[in-house]
């Protein structure tokens, strides 16, 4: 019984190689293609967008032709094409490559600046569901990497044709990231939390004084130290926001109101 059992075991598989040998192999289409070849390839699937094709193209042109003059710039593509695919991940990764592997090459500022872009719409898409998440537990990560991304850039390389956009890029995260500070404080502050709620706009007020948001954050300190009853910090806080906006919509209309729509897509 047993020898039958082997032997069987031993035609099944002969069988299955058999079987394997008779399967075509997958041609490779690209085999013996130049470089040149490749990489034109390549951009024509990019500009077709197709970016999964174009991310193969431009990583066998890199194993093909390691040293070639298109190596280098094919791992930029392959970034970029990350990038365009809307995959975050594969995009950094690909970023921080380049970066450690050619760190003087002529052309990293811009890969500096991707990193940027790829930060910069992924807390885009994070501050998109901004009401469907408790907003004191949530961390704009994003929102703060995109920024650190950009000041690196704008750090390392002041005279780079990206620098001009990533200061701007920078400015608007920062106002991000300071009314990010005032809707927790105004969260806070609409749930009896006052303390939590002053502590807040303190940090909106000490770390972003050059956004418009300051005039809320000094609005909900006074207001909250007034629920708090300490009445020698809410006179301190109202002078400094009575000083800097004398014409504000808040003494007027009391209590802070929610503001809506307040992120928008870059334009």
């Not at 059992?5 to 192999?25: H, T």
């Not at 005032?182 to 956004?211: E, F, K, M, T």
């Not at 007034?226 to 808040?250: C, E, H, I, Q």
């Amino acid at each position: 019984m047993q020898k039958k059992i082997k032997v069987l075991a031993a035609s099944v598989a002969l069988l299955s190689l058999s079987a394997c040998g008779l399967l075509p192999e997958q041609a490779d289409e690209t085999k013996g293609w130049s470089a040149t070849k490749l990489y034109s390839e390549a951009k024509e699937e990019m500009a077709g967008q197709h970016y999964e094709r174009a991310i193969q193209l431009y990583e066998k042109l890199e194993a093909s032709y390691p040293f070639g003059v298109y190596a280098q710039q094919a791992q930029m593509e392959v970034a970029y094409a990350h990038y365009k695919a809307q995959d975050q991940a594969q995009a950094l990764a690909a970023v921080e490559r380049f970066i450690k592997l050619h760190p003087n090459h002529p052309n990293v500022d811009y890969m500096y600046y991707l990193r940027g872009l790829v930060n910069f719409n992924d807390q885009l898409s994070l501050l998109n569901f901004v009401y469907e998440q408790d907003p004191a537990e949530r961390d704009p990560k994003a929102t703060r990497e995109a920024f650190a991304a950009f000041k690196a850039l704008v750090d390392k390389f002041p005279n780079s044709k990206y620098t001009p956009d990533a200061v701007d890029r920078m400015k608007y995260l920062i106002n991000a990231m300071a009314k990010y500070e005032v809707y927790v404080a105004r969260y806070y502050y609409r749930r009896g939390a006052y303390l939590a709620a002053a502590n807040r706009a303190q940090d909106a007020v000490r770390d972003y004084r050059d956004s418009p948001s300051i005039e809320e954050a000094l609005w909900i300190m006074a207001r909250s130290y007034d629920k708090l009853g300490n009445t020698t910090l809410r006179d301190d806080a109202m002078r400094v926001f009575k000083m800097n906006f004398p014409n504000s919509k808040f003494l007027e209309e009391g209590a802070p109101k929610a503001e809506r729509k307040w992120w928008k897509f870059w334009g």
